[in-house]
């Protein structure tokens, strides 16, 4: 199950010599040859694909989404600042995509694209809550539509019918930066 090289843009390989944090998303579409993989094999895949050692580059793995025809992992490179007790709250991180589909392809997303995946990963965290560590995973090919028990945010709506947020106290020692 090889795939020659993706080419490498310019901007791509600039961003990853650079070795600033970075978050990479994978689509792995069902009609790729590695939709079987398991998500450690993708994560060894696509760091091969940008040319990075996964251990070197701290590849941190964060959330998987699957969807019919498409199942999404996210995760960081060189992301030392990361930490689980206040992943919920959006970071402004660059965004790889690396597309293995019919035409895999391998670029540096948008603002708009690099934004809605940002807003995602933050959102995994908080809806998974504080019982939960990465990396997260959200099932969207059942009937069922995915529900979070114990999430870290909840909406409060006051007697004057304004709504907040209310963040739920974090349990002791969840400060600790995530290591996997």
Request: net charge neutral; glycine share 6%; charged share 25%.
């Amino acid at each position: 199950m090889e795939l020659q090289e993706l080419p490498l843009e310019r901007r791509v390989t600039d961003m990853l010599q650079n070795q600033n944090p970075t978050r990479v998303v994978v689509f792995l579409r069902k009609k790729s040859p590695f939709y079987s993989l398991s998500r450690d094999e993708v994560m060894v895949k696509a760091c091969g694909s940008l040319g990075i050692d996964q251990v070197k580059s701290r590849a941190k793995l964060l959330t998987i989404w699957k969807c019919d025809r498409l199942t999404i992992f996210a995760f960081d490179l060189w992301y030392d600042d990361y930490d689980w007790a206040t992943a919920h709250h959006k970071v402004d991180l660059p965004v790889l995509l690396v597309d293995y589909g019919k035409r895999s392809y391998v670029k540096v997303a948008g603002h708009e694209f690099q934004d809605e995946v940002n807003t995602f990963v933050a959102r995994q965290h908080e809806l998974h809550g504080w019982d939960a560590k990465p990396p997260y995973f959200q099932d969207q090919t059942g009937p069922e539509v995915p529900t979070y028990g114990n999430p870290r945010c909840v909406m409060v709506v006051g007697e004057d019918g304004t709504t907040r947020r209310a963040v739920k106290t974090p349990p002791p020692g969840s400060t600790s930066p995530y290591s996997s």
